[in-house]
């Protein structure tokens, strides 16, 4: 009788200087986008990477095969505006068969999702955010500078038909912006599973308009909503990710919070970000980035590009400093990070 080989034990990320497991990487697929939110992107867009520097589809999967094969399992793809990069489906596809992923995502601002979310859903997206700041349709223009707020509610239901679970709507919060919409976004949550999530207005590239009294913090948002609801239950949403989840009684989606200007969620940060050109960022507000796309392009062992992965998880500051006179708004617009 031969004896039974002792099963692999899967390793479960990487830890970092500050005891954070981290086995969660977000991949910007483009620098383009078919919006110009003002929050994000200047009205002429940014200049744009070659399309030789951009990651290919080739590289990013190679890429996340060594990030699986660290431990990480949490994917989300983003941009730019991730549908607009061709053939996206055919790339998420080789993505969910990487061994070891087991939780695949997108944040897209849903002006292609109509047409592509049945083929996205296939493809392996199980679960999407989309963005939209307004639900009123001359704010819409006013915000993205672009007329095309139809398109985004057409790719919401569409995200909801196709099987998409959750669907959640990511609303950044502006005061004198669109912070009286607050309750318009509750009501979306009553007969739609929809899980509409509140995020602060952070500072990016220094001509976003952020201005601190702009910021309308989760507390702030809350306590708003509290007058008119009665907030009954948390719910844990798969990948809520540093949201806090709350239903509404009766309310068939829920609410939820992200607040990176008010609370630090840096002690639980759990993530990579990897830049459409290649540059691996420890943390969002941090320009601190290692340049991965040489060694892809290079096709070295997926051995030694975990070793750089872990490198880049060693180099993880502690926190971000928005709240302390440290501050430096980051040098790239959100757009080329990818939120
Ligand atoms: N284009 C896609 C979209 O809009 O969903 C993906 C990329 S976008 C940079 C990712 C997320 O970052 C979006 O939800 C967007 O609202 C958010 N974002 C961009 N700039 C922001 C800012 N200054 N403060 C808070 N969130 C921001
Ligand atoms: Fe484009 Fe998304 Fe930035 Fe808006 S937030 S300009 S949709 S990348």
């Known amino acids: 009788m031969t004896a039974k080989k002792p099963e692999k034990t899967r390793k479960s990320g990487v830890t970092d200087r500050y005891a954070r497991t981290i086995d969660y990487l977000r991949i910007s697929v483009t620098d383009r986008c078919n919006l110009r939110c003002r929050y994000c992107m200047p009205e002429e867009g940014i200049p ?4 030789d520097g951009i990651m290919r589809y080739e590289e990013i999967t190679l890429l ?14 983003t941009g730019g505006e991730p549908l607009v990069r061709r053939g996206l489906a055919d790339l998420i596809e080789s993505l969910a068969a990487v061994d070891g992923i087991r939780d695949l995502s997108l944040t897209t601002n849903g002006v292609l999702l109509a047409e592509q979310a049945p083929r996205l859903k296939d493809a392996g997206i199980g679960r999407i955010n989309i963005s939209l700041d307004t639900l009123r349709p001359d704010r819409f223009y006013t915000i993205t500078r672009r007329d095309l707020f139809d398109r985004v509610t057409a790719g919401i239901d569409a995200a909801l038909d196709s099987g998409m679970d959750p669907v959640k709507i990511n609303i950044v ?30 500072p990016t590239a220094a001509q976003n308009g952020w201005e601190r009294d702009r910021v309308v913090s989760s507390a702030e948002v809350l306590s708003r909503i509290r007058k008119q609801y009665i907030i009954e239950e948390v719910v844990d949403t798969p990948g809520a990710g540093p949201s806090t989840d709350l239903r509404i009684d009766g309310f068939a989606g829920s609410i939820g919070f992200i607040s990176p200007v008010s609370s630090h969620f ?16 420890g943390c969002l507000f941090s320009d601190d980035e290692l340049y ?16 750089f992965l872990r ?6 500051p502690r926190s971000h400093t928005i709240n302390d006179g440290r501050f430096k708004n980051c040098q790239r617009p959100m757009s080329a990070i990818g939120g």
């Open 48 to 51: 744009s990477i070659s399309h």
């Open 64 to 77: 996340v095969q060594a990030a699986a094969s660290l431990g990480f399992t949490k994917l989300r793809l």
């Open 173 to 202: 919060v502006m005061r004198g912006v669109n912070d009286d919409e607050i309750m318009d976004f509750v009501l979306l949550t009553k007969d739609k599973p929809l899980s509409v999530r509140f995020i602060e207005f952070m």
């Open 266 to 281: 840096c002690d639980r940060c759990n993530r990579l970000r990897v830049t459409a050109d290649g540059r691996i960022r």
């Open 292 to 307: 991965i796309l040489p060694i892809l392009r290079q096709r070295r062992p997926v051995g030694e590009i975990a070793d």
């Open 311 to 316: 490198e880049a998880v060693m180099k993880k």
